[in-house]
T-cell receptor, first 113, second 110 residues
Framework: EAQVTQNPRYLITVTGKKLTVTCSQN?????MSWYRQDPGLGLRQIYY???????DKGDVPEGYKVSRKEKRNFPLILESPSPNQTSLYFC????????????FGPGTRLTVT | EDQVTQSPEALRLQEGESSSLNCSYT??????LFWYRQDPGKGPEFLFT???AGEEKEKERLKATLTKKESFLHITAPKPEDSATYLC???????????FGTGTRLTIIP
């Protein structure tokens, strides 16, 4: 089944404790992206990757890191999480870029206390 | 900076009562305007891409239209299963990212 998977789905952590949210797609897509979704603010892009080893900042990259060492994986790293990073996070992929249909993962709900 | 404004924020309709959702946008050269559907607790699901003013696309009870300043998502004779949040997004020339609106939460009452 073609899909985007994210892990974990739910995470409660404390301020400053490094964490990684994994994202994997099995559709051989070139483009991958991370979004956060907050009430009243909608979906905002954090980082995106046009291809392996190519990443770029979205609208809200502060406090986040990403890497794209393999085509299928695009982990999101929070090196020192803060409470303002409490949010619902989505990973997405598409065959060739944002102009193509994006497939979203199921989401990761992160709470930082 | 690209901007997307969706209205209304929420809409409640009786089953079978047709209506439209609005997406107003400002972008420096439109590459594409997108509609996604999001069910509670799930990731958005792609519906349509529109590329130029005058373009229309249909899928079941949904029809999306595009002008130079806005897009409409028309819902004809909706059913309860059409209840969801509908998201609009744009991509402008010169960047590889999407800008999303905050969505319209649609509820269809049986």
């Amino acid at each position: 089944e073609a899909q985007v998977t994210q892990n974990p789905r739910y995470l409660i952590t404390v301020t400053g404790k490094k964490l990684t949210v994994t994202c994997s797609q099995n559709m051989n897509h070139e483009y991958m992206s991370w979004y956060r979704q907050d009430p009243g603010l909608g979906l905002r892009q954090i980082y995106y990757s046009m291809n392996v080893e190519v990443t770029d900042k979205g609208d809200v990259p502060e406090g986040y890191k990403v890497s794209r060492k393999e085509k299928r994986n695009f982990p999101l790293i929070l090196e020192s999480p803060s409470p303002n990073q409490t949010s619902l996070y989505f990973c997405a992929s598409s065959p060739s870029g944002p102009l193509a249909e994006q497939y979203f993962g199921p989401g990761t709900r992160l709470t930082v206390t | 900076e690209d901007q997307v404004t969706q209205s209304p924020e929420a809409l409640r309709l009786q089953e079978g009562e047709s209506s439209s959702l609005n997406c107003s946008y400002t972008v420096s050269g439109l590459r594409g305007l997108f509609w996604y559907r999001q069910d509670p607790g799930k990731g958005p699901e792609f519906l349509f891409t529109l590329y130029s003013a005058g373009e229309e696309k249909e899928k079941e009870r949904l029809k999306a239209t595009l002008t130079k300043k806005e897009s409409f998502l028309h819902i004809t004779a909706p059913k309860p299963e059409d209840s969801a949040t509908y998201l609009c997004a744009v991509q402008g020339f010169g960047n590889e990212k999407l800008t999303f609106g905050t969505g319209t939460r649609l509820t269809i009452i049986p």
